[in-house]
């Protein structure tokens, strides 16, 4: 088992409770509010734009040319693909984007993303997957987990998208590679250190988590 497995199995009661929130088991059924996924799209662009710069830190960090290319090419997928999704559908919802980029994230968005970001800046190069991986591959394992047990989630015209983006084989193969580079990096660090990115995946794991409470509430609250 690879230390990035390790981390998952034992954070594996916070990662069941994504399969069995509200919010995920609305897109999946094609029962969710439209009104709850529009404020979702809304905080996770404010939050990829900030998970940008989480990577853009770790680009400046990494200690040779092939890491800084794993993180140039993490930095460009939240850009062309993860970011560029979310704008064509709010653009569809009839969001100017100037005006949602320059919305105040929830605070439940921002506590995530600065605890990224403080680790970013006074991390290392694997703090910073530590602190990045539960979100992209927690992503992956949702939509896997749904599609694999009915290809309808693909159908619904937004969330289908969702799924499709998360589940399709060029996100698990980017994700493949990134967690191929973080287990590479902990075969080197000390107990002492991996006790730390125990914490952190931990952490972000639990943030995940609020995340999706978060936008199953805000969406509620603006119904």
């Given amino acids: 088992m690879t230390f990035l497995e390790t981390l998952i199995e034992e954070n594996m009661p916070i990662w069941q409770q ?129 599609v694999q047990r009915s290809k309808d989630v693909l159908k619904h015209h937004f969330y289908g998208q969702w799924f499709s983006d998360y589940s399709n084989e060029n996100y698990s193969y980017y994700t493949k590679r990134w967690s191929d580079l973080f287990n590479q990096l902990a075969e080197s660090i000390s107990h002492e250190h991996q006790n730390k990115i125990r914490k952190i995946f931990k952490e972000c794991s639990l943030h995940e988590l609020n995340f999706w409470n978060m936008a199953y509430q805000k969406g509620k609250e603006n119904e």
Avoid at 78 to 84: D, G, H, I, L
């Fill in 18 to 146: 994504y399969l069995d929130h509200p919010f995920i088991k609305g897109m999946a059924e094609g029962s969710l509010s439209l009104d709850l996924y529009h404020q979702y799209l809304i905080e996770d662009t404010l939050y990829l734009k900030e998970f940008g710069r989480v990577y853009a830190y770790a680009l400046y960090k990494a200690d040779t040319l092939a890491q800084m290319r794993y993180f140039y090419e993490m930095l460009s997928i939240v850009q062309k693909n993860e970011a560029y999704s979310r704008i064509l559908h709010l653009q569809e919802l009839g969001e100017d984007m100037d005006e949602v980029e320059n919305r105040n994230p929830d605070p439940v968005n921002q506590m995530y993303t600065a605890y990224m970001l403080n680790i970013a800046k006074s991390g290392q190069v694997i703090d910073v997957l530590a602190a990045s991986l539960p979100c992209m591959v927690s992503y992956r394992f949702i939509a896997d987990h749904y």
